[in-house]
């Protein structure tokens, strides 16, 4: 990563952009395993009617994502 943003986006800001570089892949799970996973969860759980699920296809679609 370090090289990548070297060379593409100089070294006069490069702390900064290391910095987003870096925020990206917390952001990137929050959003993904909190928003989006769960979101599918929910709903193919009410599609199956329920609520809470013990098997795998609850989480097919999710883990798939």
């Known amino acids: ?6 060379e ?3 070294l006069e800001h490069f702390g900064i ?3 987003f ?3 990206g ?4 799970a ?6 989006v996973a769960g979101r599918l969860y929910d709903a193919e759980a009410t599609r199956q009617g329920s609520s809470t699920c ?3 296809k609850h989480r097919m ?5």
């Open 61 to 65: 679609f999710s883990c798939l994502v």
């Open 30 to 35: 929050v959003f993904f395993s909190g928003l």
């Open 54 to 56: 013990y098997d795998s």
């Open 17 to 19: 952009i290391y910095t």
């Open 21 to 23: 570089m870096i925020l």
């Open 8 to 10: 593409l986006f100089g």
């Open 1 to 6: 990563m370090v090289p990548t943003a070297s």
């Open 25 to 28: 892949n917390p952001i990137g």
